[in-house]
């Protein structure tokens, strides 16, 4: 037997209300660009809308101009999805709380996740949104997965709790002592004072 072996989401498909809803929340609130649009070709009642959430991946909502948005919380049964998270910079993030608010569009406000913030707030149909924002850059030529593994292996080996700023300031140095070479003997810390 032999896995079937993934390499990243090709994309997410959402149950939606009507069209214009969708476009306002996915281009006019979160700018991710509205790319393509078909008739869903599995159901001729539905239009299915495509979004580009940054990454060239694409998140794809179904439509149809007789439902409205229920604005109550999506179910969180199990096999339910519980929220959907983006990716967004340092620079934006910190405008997110005064855009909602602009909107008056409920939110947690910043958590702090250790390794990344997030605010969350719902869509028009309920579905909890996540917009997160990473506390580090991965070393060139890694990824910010190689980096929460790194960290995670040293946040259990030290007995702490969870991934904060230690942990990954540690992980990138290994991944970067692992991975760029030196004509240096010792590679240790050094005091040149």
């Known amino acids: 037997m032999r896995r079937i072996q993934a390499q990243g989401v090709h994309h997410?498909?959402?149950?939606?209300?009507?069209?214009?809803?969708?476009?306002?929340?996915?281009?006019?609130?979160?700018g991710m660009p509205f790319v393509f649009e078909q008739p869903n070709l599995d159901d001729p009642d539905e239009g299915h809308l495509y979004f580009d959430?940054?990454?060239?991946?694409?998140?794809?909502?179904?439509?149809?101009?007789?439902?409205?948005?229920?604005?109550?919380r999506t179910p969180t049964d199990p096999g339910c999805v519980h929220h959907i998270?983006?990716?967004?910079s340092r620079a934006v993030f910190l405008q997110v709380e005064q855009r909602?608010?602009?909107?008056?569009?409920?939110?947690?406000?910043?958590?702090?996740r250790g390794f990344m913030d997030s605010i969350y707030f719902k869509d028009p149909l309920g579905l909890l949104i996540e917009l997160a924002c990473y506390r580090f850059e991965p070393p060139a030529g890694c990824t910010h997965a190689e980096v929460m593994i790194r960290a995670h292996r040293i946040r259990v080996e030290r007995?702490?709790?969870?991934?904060?700023?230690?942990?990954?300031?540690?992980?990138?140095?290994a991944l970067v002592d692992d991975r760029q070479p030196s004509l240096s003997a010792y590679r240790g810390p050094a005091d040149p004072y």
């Open 85 to 88: 998270a983006f990716n967004v």
């Open 159 to 173: 007995g702490d709790h969870h991934i904060d700023a230690e942990h990954l300031a540690d992980a990138i140095e």
């Open 53 to 72: 959430p940054g990454d060239g991946r694409l998140i794809t909502i179904f439509t149809n101009e007789a439902r409205k948005p229920l604005h109550r």
């Open 100 to 112: 909602l608010d602009e909107r008056h569009i409920a939110h947690s406000g910043v958590r702090d």
């Open 12 to 30: 997410i498909t959402l149950t939606g209300a009507d069209r214009q809803t969708s476009i306002d929340f996915w281009e006019g609130l979160l």
